[in-house]
């Protein structure tokens, strides 16, 4: 898995952490033998794009290091419902008690990557890029951010550090648009995306330096004049409001890119689960 800058093992210990607390899993300590071992097998029982397997088996490792498993699919993969994605095998209550984690984690990256997904296929053809947003969970953006890889989006910014995006509460302090792209540019930033929401804001973005246009909530027809005024001297990036219903006639204005708020921010878990037996 490509997790710039995550610490994978310090995540899996929190969350177990936060599930087990003090005292652990009370009810397989209760029921379940300690030398009892369980076989298991998750899978999807719905067409998803799967996301997030290889942390689900980090998770078993941890509380079993001698766990069995094996990934039946890549990440990536489009499966059909009641297609088997992982199997494992191994001490009862280390895998009953890291399931409820393990099922977290795939269930809501495939969430996101089905759903990015979607959104991609309606853009093929197009010529435009989906991009995805800073709209994810604190803590969770560079899990939310690979399962929209998964999907077949493209990372936007990871962060406000890794270029500047100029938008409306920047305008307004520094007293207009071309002011703001100027004092970025002056700061030394070499990546300086502007958002603007009225096309006479293009020609003073461009003029003072701008490396990006986001074309903020504007109509199809709005965003392909946007585009021709543009004349290819920077990429463009339409946001805002798209939806799978909107976002084909987005992409066939001519735009660069779309970015989806939505593929981080309102993804529906994938339904997948994960059933045991006693070996």
């Known amino acids: 898995m490509d997790l710039p800058g995550f610490d994978l093992d310090r995540f899996v210990a929190a969350t177990l952490a936060e599930d087990l607390g003090a005292a652990g899993d009370i009810t397989s300590a209760a029921v379940i033998p300690g030398d009892a071992r369980f076989t298991g097998v998750m899978a999807s029982r719905d067409a998803i794009t799967v996301a997030g397997l290889p942390i689900a088996a980090a998770f078993f490792r941890a509380l079993d290091p001698a766990v069995t498993i094996e990934r039946l699919v890549e990440d990536g993969a489009r499966v059909a419902p009641g297609t088997e994605l992982l199997r494992v095998a191994g001490l009862g209550r280390a895998l009953l008690a890291a399931e409820r984690s393990a099922l977290n984690v795939v269930q809501h990256l495939s969430g996101i990557a089905t759903l990015t997904r979607a959104h991609a296929d309606r853009l093929l053809g197009t010529g435009a890029t989906l991009l995805d947003t800073r709209k994810t969970l604190p803590g969770l953006r560079v899990l939310e951010k690979y399962a929209t890889r998964m999907g077949g989006a493209t990372n936007h910014r990871m962060g406000l550090w890794d270029a500047a995006m100029i938008k409306d509460n920047h305008v307004a302090v520094a007293g207009g648009v071309a002011e703001a792209v100027r004092r970025a540019v002056a700061a030394g930033i070499g990546q300086v995306i502007v ?85």
Not at 269 to 277: S, Y
């Open 195 to 279: 958002e603007v929401d009225r096309v006479d804001q293009i020609e003073p973005a461009l003029a003072a330096g701008a490396t990006r246009l986001l074309l903020d909530n504007m109509d199809p027809p709005t965003l392909r004049g946007a585009v021709t005024l543009v004349g290819g001297r920077v990429p463009t990036e339409a946001s805002g409001g798209v939806t799978l219903a909107t976002i084909r006639a987005i992409g066939e204005t001519g735009v660069t890119f779309v970015s989806v708020g939505r593929l981080t921010q309102s993804a529906p878990a994938a339904d997948i689960g994960l059933d045991f037996t006693a070996t």
